[in-house]
């Protein structure tokens, strides 16, 4: 499994196969001009964290594991909550606060489709801490 960004060519692969054997919090798989894919593990009790999206809107997809949704107008006004499970797609309009929770006994498996991209290309976060990481020096 080839676990690189793929951007900026044509590209075929195995969706699921890559997001539910992907180890690491976050792997950028194709980032193109206008879209990128994600590749999502978080850890059993673990989260994406919230954030949000001004001019990206965003597709996920859950191949395996539990997970309760939260999105709203503001960080602090989560309006909408929902649980996602294996086949879940969840849909993130721009500008929406959000965060996935994984809620399930084992680690949540998912992938994101950003339009437009989001994430730098190229990006591999092994952890959560380092997503956070990066998010700190970019703003």
Do not use: C
């Not at 180890?23 to 919230?50: C, D, K, Y």
């Amino acid at each position: 499994m080839d676990l690189a960004d793929h951007g900026q060519q044509p590209y075929v692969f195995n969706i699921e196969e890559f997001t539910v054997g992907n180890p690491n919090f976050r792997v950028a798989q194709w980032t193109g001009s206008h879209l990128q894919v994600t590749l999502m593990s978080i850890v059993v009790g673990g989260e994406v964290g919230l954030e949000v999206h001004p001019d990206t809107d965003q597709f996920l997809r859950v191949e395996q594991g539990k997970a309760t949704v939260k999105m709203g107008p503001a960080e602090d006004n989560l309006t909408f909550e929902a649980t996602a499970e294996d086949n879940s797609a969840i849909l993130v309009p721009a500008g929406t606060w959000h965060n996935i929770i994984n809620i399930g006994d084992t680690e949540l498996k998912l992938y994101s489709v950003y339009a437009p991209s989001h994430h730098p290309r190229g990006t591999i976060q092994a952890t959560f801490a380092d997503a956070a990481a990066a998010e700190a020096a970019e703003a």
